[in-house]
C-alpha cells in the first residue's frame, strides 16, 4: 500500500483554494527506452541523526542526548514506533551520526555500556544502531577529529566488527550491550568539516584547534591504516570542502597527500546562505535565487570531480554529500528552512545528486528529527504530536513513487532572471562570463586602529603591524579597519598583501570584507585564506557581494579566533577591491524534471517542479519508446510559497490526481511553487509491438 495514500486524500479536502492564476506551458520528453544509471537509494533516502553529549558544541539541546532529538524513547528503552514509522515513509536507507559539529570533541567510549553508566548519554552507539536497524537503514559513523587518535578510532572498528570469541575486548563490550553478533559497519568519516577547526563548547579537551591540510590528511592515512588492520572492509571518507570555496586552499593539498587511499570524498552543501530576520527580500524573491542553486552548484561538483580524477588516478571516486539542505539560519517572518520553498529546493538538489557524473555515493539531508532543522516535529511520549514539515515530503514523494533506473528527460520551457545574492549567482538572458574591472578601487583614508587587547598595533604608512604576545591567547583580531566606497548588490573582489613571522597558533593572518555597518549588525561578509608560520608577502583574495542596501565596505585586518593561543607577528598592506561582474547563468527554466522507470519497465515517473511563484504550467510528458496506459500524479503545494506547517500541521502537503487513462502524450497541471511526482503506467513500446506483431501473425 503507498503509505501516502490516506495523508494524500485528507490533504485534497484540506488544501486552501487559490486564485485562478495564469497558465505556461512546459514540454518534457522522457526516453523511457535506455536507462542512464541507476537511482541510488542512499540519495534520495539519506538523512542526519543527531546524538551529541552534554558539554559538547550542541549536547545541552533538549532531546540531544538523551532522546536523540526524538528518535529514541529512554523510558521504554526503544526506538522511537513513531519515528521509525516515518522514517521509513521517507525512504531513509542511510542514517548518519552522531551528526556535525559536535563530533569535534565526541568520545564514543562514553557512549557504550549500561545506560545507567553513562548519564546524559540515554542515545549513544548501540541504541543508534538499534534505531537503523528497526528502520532498515545503513549507519554511517562520523569519528571525532580533535580527540582521541587512530587507536581510538581502531578501537571503535571492534567494537562494531570484530567476533565477540573471548579475543576482542571491545566485541566483548558490544556483546554486554546486547549485541554478540557483530553489526558489520563499513562507512565512516574521519571528522566534520575539519578545515574549520573546534568550535567554542569544546574547550573540555583542553585548547581550540585547526588542522592544516597536511596534518589532517596525515591522520586521516594513520586512522585509515588502523581502521583497515581491524577490518579490511571499512571505507573512511576524508572532509574536502564545507560550502562552494576555492579548491586551492584545503580540498586540493588534502587530496594530494591522501592520493589513491581516498576511500571517499566528503562535501556539505548549503546554498543560499540567508540569516535575515527583516523579510528582504520578499519570499518570492529569495526562492527564486534559492531554486536557481541547484543548476550552479553542478559546476563545483564538476570542478571536484576533476580534482579527484588527478589526484586519486580514479575515474570515479564517490563523493559523499553528508549535509545538506538550505542555508536558512532565522525566524522571521518565518523559519524559511521549514517552508515549501525550502521542500522544492531540497527536491532539487536532490536531482542534481542523482545524476550520475557526480559520482554521489549519498547525500545526507540535515537532519530527519526536531532539532533546529528537523523534517519531522514532535517528541509523542511527551504527549506531542508528530509534525511532517514540507521539507519531509520530497523524501517520502521519491521512495513512495520513484523507479530503479533513471532515464534521460529533456525540458523546453520559459526561464525566469534573479539577480542571486546569498551566495547565488545571478542568472539571466543566455548568460555571460565573469568579468573583472581592471580599475582598482582603494581606500581613501589609512587604516583607523581600534584598541586590541593582547596584540600591540604600529601603523607604517599603510602597512599595520600586529604583535601577538604571549599573554594575548587565542585572540579574535579584527581592530585595524579601513572603508572603501561600494555600490549595493555588486560583486567585488578583495585583495590585499600579508607577511607573517613566526606566526603560531592554528589561525593564521588574513582580511575580512564585509558590509561596513559591520558583521554583528548584518551578518554578512566573507574572509580570505590566512597565512601562518613564517611568510614573506603573500597575495590573498576574496570575493564579496554587497547587500541590497550597502554604501560602503568595511575591510579588516583579520585573525579569527578559534585557532588557540597565538604568538608572532603579521603584516597587512595595499588593500584594494576591483568591482566584478560575475558569471551569469542562464535564465532559470520555470519547469525541471527527473525520471525513472520501474525494475519491470511498465511504471515511468517523472518527479516535475514548477518554479512560477503564480503561475500554473501544463507539462506535456512525451514518453518515447514507452506506451501509456494510465497516469496519477502526486502533488507537493501550499497556498504559498512561504507556507509552513507550524501553525496549522495540513497547510502544506500532498494532493493526489488520478489523470486516468492516457495515450500518446500524458498532460499534468503543475500549480504555482510545486513538486509534482507523475507516475504513468504502460509497457515499452518494443514489447507492445512484440505482442501486436505475434497477434497478426496468428490472425
Known sequence: MNPLLPLAAALALALPARAAPGIERAAVVVDAARSVGRVNPWVIGGHNLVGYQKGVYGGDWIGATDYGHGMWDPKARRPEPGMVALAREAGMRVARWPGGCGVHAFDWKKTVGPPEARPGQAFGLPEYLRVCEAIGAMPIITLSDYRGDARDAADLVEYLNAPADGSHPWAARRAADGHPKPWGVEWFEY??????????????????????????????????????????????????????????????????????????????????????????????????????????????????????????????????????????????????????????????????????????????????????WGAVRGYPWMGQPLVRR??????????????????????????????????????????????????????????????????????????????????AGDVNYYHARVLIPARPLTTYRLSGWVRTEALSGGRGAGFQVGDARGWVVTRSAAVTPDIAG?????????????????????????????????????????????????????????????????????????????????????????????????????TLEGDAVDATNEERRDRVGVRQRDLGAVAGVVRVALPPHSLTALEVSGVPAARADTRGGASRRQR
Not at 604600529?458 to 603591524?465: D, F, I, K, M, N
Not at 551569469?584 to 520555470?590: D, E, K, L, S, T
Open 534 to 634: 613564517t611568510h614573506g608577502w603573500t597575495r590573498v583574495e576574496a570575493d564579496y557581494t554587497t547587500l541590497p542596501d550597502t554604501r560602503s565596505l568595511e575591510v579588516l585586518a583579520r585573525r579569527l579566533e578559534g585557532g588557540g593561543p597565538v604568538t608572532g607577528r603579521a603584516w597587512y598592506r595595499d588593500v584594494e577591491v576591483h568591482r566584478m561582474t560575475p558569471r551569469r547563468y542562464p535564465a532559470v527554466p520555470i519547469v525541471s524534471a527527473v525520471a525513472s522507470r520501474s525494475a519491470d519497465g511498465r511504471r515511468v515517473s517523472v518527479v516535475l517542479v514548477n518554479k512560477r511563484m503564480e503561475t500554473i504550467v501544463e507539462a506535456t510528458v512525451t514518453l518515447r519508446g514507452f506506451r501509456p496506459a494510465r497516469a496519477r500524479c502526486w
Open 390 to 471: 514540507p521539507q519531509f515530503y520530497p523524501f517520502a514523494l521519491y521512495h513512495a513513487h520513484f523507479g530503479r533506473e533513471l532515464l534521460g528527460a529533456k525540458v523546453t520551457c520559459a526561464g525566469y532572471a534573479t539577480g542571486g545574492g546569498w551566495g547565488v549567482a545571478p542568472a539571466a538572458g543566455s548568460g555571460s562570463r565573469l568579468r573583472i574591472d581592471a580599475t582598482a578601487i582603494r581606500p581613501s583614508a589609512p587604516w583607523h586602529l581600534s584598541e586590541a587587547p593582547g596584540v600591540e598595533q604600529r601603523l607604517a604608512g599603510r602597512t599595520v603591524e600586529a604583535i601577538f604576545g604571549a599573554a
Open 191 to 372: 571528522g566534520n568539516e575539519s578545515e574549520h577547526g573546534l568550535h567554542y563548547g569544546n574547550d573540555d579537551i583542553g585548547k581550540h584547534r585547526r588542522f592544516t591540510p597536511d596534518e589532517y590528511a596525515r591522520n586521516y592515512l594513520a586512522y585509515r591504516a588502523a581502521m583497515r588492520r581491524v577490518d579490511p572492509r571499512v571505507r573512511l571518507g576524508a572532509v574536502v570542502a564545507t560550502g562552494f570555496p576555492g579548491l586551492r586552499d584545503w580540498a586540493e593539498p588534502v587530496c594530494r597527500r591522501i592520493g589513491a587511499r581516498m576511500d571517499f570524498a566528503i562535501h556539505h552543501c548549503y546554498i543560499p546562505s540567508y540569516s535575515g530576520s527583516d523579510g528582504v527580500p520578499d519570499a518570492p524573491t529569495l526562492f527564486a535565487a534559492a531554486w536557481a542553486a541547484p543548476d550552479q552548484i553542478q559546476d563545483y561538483y564538476d570542478l571536484l570531480n576533476a580534482l579527484l580524477r588527478e589526484t586519486t588516478g580514479r575515474p570515479d571516486t564517490p563523493i559523499a554529500v553528508t549535509e545538506f539542505n538550505e542555508g536558512f539560519v532565522q525566524e522571521k517572518p518565518v523559519p524559511y528552512r521549514h517552508t515549501l520553498g525550502n521542500a522544492i529546493a531540497v527536491a532539487e538538489m536532490v536531482r542534481v545528486f542523482l545524476r550520475p557524473a557526480n559520482h554521489i555515493v549519498m547525500a545526507n539531508f540535515w537532519e530527519f528529527p526536531n532539532e533546529y
